[in-house]
């Protein structure tokens, strides 16, 4: 059995994995989901756009379902409180979420175009709301959420749904967005030609300059904004409560890691240098450089962020005390080893099973294509 703090820091990366996974592998479907109703002008354009990600979506699916069961798994503090917190904000994820299915498998079914339509922005919203969600998430963890724990450690959220718009969670909504909707513009640059690839190249270069801007803005927020520090020594390697700990909060603090560890700005470097490649490429209409740019991008920013709130991973704005970290609110030493065997094992299969499928359907979706296969494709 591997050593109780070596294994929560293993599983707060192999979790920072997983969300980079599920960014660059399903994050690229709901970009292409949000861009169908605007690089798509007719039917046939439409549905090469969806077609381009048919054969996928519900792979890539994967990659989200098992970053939530790794939150529950190891972190089930964070999964309950995040689920007290932004309950209505991840009802609202679900249900977009329910219109992928659907939408990818009855649109075409129906020749009534304003049956169609009405799916296709059914998949924009599947696509677009998600994203934007998952940012806005992600920028009241950087502010705080307002919880504290009972006696019984039950989790308890003093805050409202609105509160969780303020104008820093909606700028982070706009990078993961933008994020998004760049790395699909790629994708899309990649695998399709003639207009709709002129199209995604025009939403590429727009989203990429939202992005770069967005990103920069929410970096210098950051330096300006409260974090948190431990203020108490932690045993990391033993079981803990949350909540014996002291925490306070300072200005800055977010950005002390960056200035003692210069070696953390290789993060930040990765997500400037993942856009401007995937907007050169673009520009230039290479396609596959555009892809691997956005992918970069993809793991810069979720890094950035990651490594800026070590070892927080749910600071509590109320009750400071009370925050969640990496080493006392993970599962039972036996329960992450376990796990860990099993996702030794299980993600080389997944990335395997990915990699075939992708170069299997890889080439170009073209609007011939579909007017000759139609009743086989979506």
Known sequence: MLDYEILKLVWWLLVGVLLIG????????????????FVGRSDDE???????????WDGNQVWFITAGGAIFAAWPLVYATAFSGFYFALMAVLWA???????????????????????????FVGGAVPALVFGVAFGNVILGVPFHF???????????????????TLLCGVVSLSLLVFHGANYLLLRT???VAERARRASLVSGGVLLLAFSLAGWMVVQLP?????????????????????????????????SQPLLWVANAL?????????????????????????????????????????????SSSHPSHSLTLWDCVSSHRTLNIMF?????????????????????????????????????Y
């Open 150 to 168: 009972e006696d019984s450690m039950m989790p308890v959220y003093t805050g409202s749904f609105w509160q969780l718009f303020s104008p820093f």
């Open 193 to 195: 030609e003639g207009i």
């Open 46 to 56: 439409r549905r090469v756009v969806i077609n381009t990600v048919g054969p996928h």
């Open 22 to 37: 599920f960014a660059i592998m399903d994050g690229h479907d709901m970009g292409v989901g949000a861009l169908l109703p």
């Open 227 to 259: 974090g948190y520090v431990l203020t108490s020594p932690v045993a990391t390697g033993e079981a803990l409560s949350p909540l014996g700990k002291t925490v306070e909060q300072l200005p800055g603090a977010w950005v002390a890691a960056y200035r």
């Open 97 to 123: 979420l329910f219109l992928r299915p659907v939408g990818f498998d009855y649109r075409s079914k129906v020749a009534d175009p304003r049956w169609r339509s009405a799916w296709d922005w059914g998949l």
């Open 271 to 315: 997500a400037y240098a993942g856009v401007l490649l995937g907007l050169g490429a673009s520009l230039l209409r290479f396609g596959g450089k555009a892809f691997i740019g956005s992918a970069l991008a993809c793991a810069g920013v979720i890094l950035t962020a990651g490594l800026a709130i070590f070892p927080f991973v749910l600071p």
């Open 341 to 377: 065997w099993v996702a030794l094992v299980m993600t080389p299969i997944v990335l395997a099973y990915t990699t075939w499928a992708y170069r299997v359907m890889r080439g170009k979706v073209t609007v011939e294509h579909i007017q000759a296969h139609g009743k086989a494709l």
